[in-house]
């Protein structure tokens, strides 16, 4: 059982940046797709970014441009890097981990969810 925990959330002004990190326990992360999301009050589940084992990367949604993702397989941790924030952006950031190669952008094509991190964008 693949156990995820999110960090680096916080308060950050507008155009600021945070970098977020999500480690792995229970299991090795190397073979899995890890993917971010958000879900912001009243708002739907949102797909961010995802990066495969062999370091393909998609980006959607509104943050495109703005974040980097990155893995260390041999850290277990997954970095979600977002810059010029904007306030639009807070939310509660979630990764998860699907096991497979290829990217899914919707939620339920992933097996496992951290617990979520706040990132709350003042103007």
């Known amino acids: 059982q693949v156990q995820l925990v999110e960090s680096g959330g916080g308060l950050v002004q507008a155009g600021g940046s945070l970098r977020l990190s999500c480690a792995a326990s229970?299991?090795?992360?190397?073979?899995?797709?890890m993917g971010w999301f958000r879900q912001a009050p009243g708002k739907e589940r949102e797909f961010v970014a995802g990066?495969?084992?062999?370091?393909?990367?998609y980006y959607a949604g509104s943050m495109k441009g703005r974040v980097t993702i990155s893995r260390d397989n041999a850290k277990n941790t997954v970095f979600l890097q977002m810059n010029s924030l904007k306030p639009e952006d807070t939310a509660v950031y979630y990764c998860?981990?699907?096991?497979?190669?290829?990217?899914?952008?919707?939620?339920?094509?992933?097996?496992?969810w951290g617990q979520g991190t706040q990132v709350t964008v003042s103007s």
């Open positions: 998860a981990a699907k096991r497979g190669s290829y990217i899914a952008t919707e939620g339920p094509e992933y097996d496992y």
């Open positions: 229970g299991g090795t992360l190397s073979r899995y797709v």
């Open positions: 990066i495969s084992w062999t370091q393909v990367i």
